[in-house]
């Protein structure tokens, strides 16, 4: 398989080629913990899921990083607001590591609920500050940085290449608004690479440093961490576009100054998830979670199904019609594949017409990730007359390696639903039970719920009357 990416940095699509061959270095910015993911931040690692698996299919190694933010940064990109990690515990009344620890888990959880394959490495920045401390002094050393009301600053002047990717306008910056956000900062794009003074009294994260007790700046640890387990010269990386003007913009700044070399050949970015009302946002408090999906009925594949269904590269407008669209595409594409009737495809040996489907598919993933016209060719496929249903399964699971929509075990799901009973024939069993109790009649009343029982249907008695539920 011959990959092209659209690369951020450049705005082209170019193809794909490692560093060293047959290897792929990754690095994904992943969640700062201080509350839960909402459904848009889980889209970037939906679709690095998928760049990581179709990667692996084609044969890479791949080596697969991602941060962990749990320690404070604050609720704006540049370095003004206020400290989310402080923000949440105080209004949770929880300390700030315990905050982080509730919410990193969280995260897991919804990955793994996701089908995301977990990353090589998740790396937490709490223990990498030693790292971060050494390419500040290495910064430092270089004549990147100078000090100023207690903190470190990156000079982005002494950067030539400062904005190069995002396209930045210095000039326009110097003279925008911006200027007065801080006024120890002496160019307005300069960023802080280790606080000794924060703006909001004490900090409960803090350590030392050769610059005094404080902590790091949002940026420096993506750098730190992805040179320390990918080296200072790697392959993709990846993150939302919401990141490409400050935290990538600043990544790159720091990351070529310390190390003196290109940092990354591979930007890919994730354009956003939108509500219908407008932009979700963690700070703001108004976003929906995957357990929200959960809650109103949906399994979390439903949205893996929903995210597939459009370009990563496109703005994805959520909508509850939509997600029940998707959720209703997922299920019938589940009966539709159960309906062919093959137990066991494993051993299947493809026809010159399968290999051209194949083909196709891997040229839709391989071309900058086109997950709708892989959807697209599971559908044809389906419709296919000529590929008998054993290729045709076995075709549509090996393209589930990499779509990562657990049809397999999907067909089993929906083989145990098709096996329990409706829902009303099951209220109407509760109505016998109940009858049978108030005549006395005890051996029939267990006998139904025996029955149920036998059905994966657990009967649970209150004194608001009796409720079910699905073992
Ligand atoms: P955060 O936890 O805020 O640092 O965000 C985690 C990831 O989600 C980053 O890669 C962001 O760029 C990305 N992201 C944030 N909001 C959205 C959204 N609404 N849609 C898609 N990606 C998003
Ligand atoms: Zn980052």
Redesign the pocket.
């Known amino acids: 398989m011959e990959f092209r990416f659209v690369n951020s940095d450049g705005r082209k699509e170019m193809p794909f080629e490692p560093i060293e061959p047959g290897k792929v270095g990754i690095y994904?910015?992943?969640?700062?913990v201080y509350n839960y993911?909402?459904i848009?931040?889980l889209?970037?690692y939906t679709i690095q899921d998928v760049l990581v698996r179709a990667l692996k299919y084609g044969g890479f190694e791949v080596n697969h990083v991602v941060n962990i933010?749990d320690v404070g940064h604050l609720t704006s990109d540049g370095d003004d607001g206020e400290d989310k990690m402080i923000k949440a515990a105080r209004e949770k009344g929880m300390s700030v590591w315990d905050i982080a620890i509730f919410f990193t888990k969280a995260f897991y959880n919804d990955i793994d609920r996701l089908n995301i394959q977990r990353p090589s490495r998740f790396s937490k920045a709490t223990e990498h500050i030693e790292d971060m401390i050494s390419m500040v002094k290495t910064l430092e050393d270089k004549g990147f940085t100078y000090q100023a009301g207690g903190n470190v600053y990156f000079d982005t002047s002494q950067f030539k290449d400062y904005g190069k990717m995002a396209n930045l306008d210095m000039d326009a910056l110097k003279h925008g608004a911006r200027v007065a956000v801080d006024n120890n900062k002496k160019n307005p794009g300069d960023f802080v690479l280790w606080f000794t003074e924060s703006k909001f009294g004490k900090q409960a994260m803090t350590w030392d440093s050769p610059w005094g007790v404080g902590y790091p700046g949002w940026h420096i640890e993506c750098s730190a961490m992805s040179t320390k387990y990918l080296g200072p010269h790697f392959d993709i990386h990846c993150?939302?576009?919401?990141?490409i003007p400050v935290h990538h913009t600043n990544e790159i700044a720091q990351s070529e100054a310390a190390n003196g070399c290109k940092w990354v050949n591979y930007w890919l970015h994730?354009?956003?998830?939108?509500m219908k009302s407008g932009?979700?946002s963690?700070s703001k408090g108004n976003f929906l979670t995957l357990q929200s999906l959960i809650d109103e009925g949906y399994e979390p594949l439903d949205y893996r199904y929903f995210l597939l269904g459009a370009h990563y590269r496109s703005q994805l407008i959520f909508s509850w019609e939509s997600m029940g669209a998707a959720k209703s595409a997922r299920k019938s594409l589940i009966r539709k594949i159960q309906n062919l009737g093959v137990t066991n495809s494993s051993d299947v040996g493809l026809s010159d017409e399968g290999k051209i489907w194949l083909e196709q598919f891997e040229n839709h993933i391989s071309q900058d990730l086109n997950t709708p016209r892989c959807l697209a060719d599971i559908y044809g496929i389906l419709k296919y007359p000529s590929l008998d249903n054993r290729e045709k399964v076995y075709l549509i699971f090996k393209m589930d390696e990499i779509l990562g929509l657990d049809l397999e075990r999907s067909i089993e799901a929906l083989e145990v639903e098709d096996s329990l009973p409706m829902d009303d024939e099951i209220t109407k069993l509760i109505q016998e039970r109940y009858e049978a109790r108030n005549n006395k009649n005890f051996a029939q009343a267990d006998e139904i719920r025996d029955k149920l029982l036998k059905q994966g249907i657990r009967l649970v008695d209150s004194p608001e009357g009796t409720r079910w539920e699905k073992i």
């Open positions: 994904c910015c992943g969640p700062t993911a909402h848009g931040n889209r970037p933010t993150g939302g576009v919401d990141h994730n354009e956003f998830i939108i932009k979700m963690k």
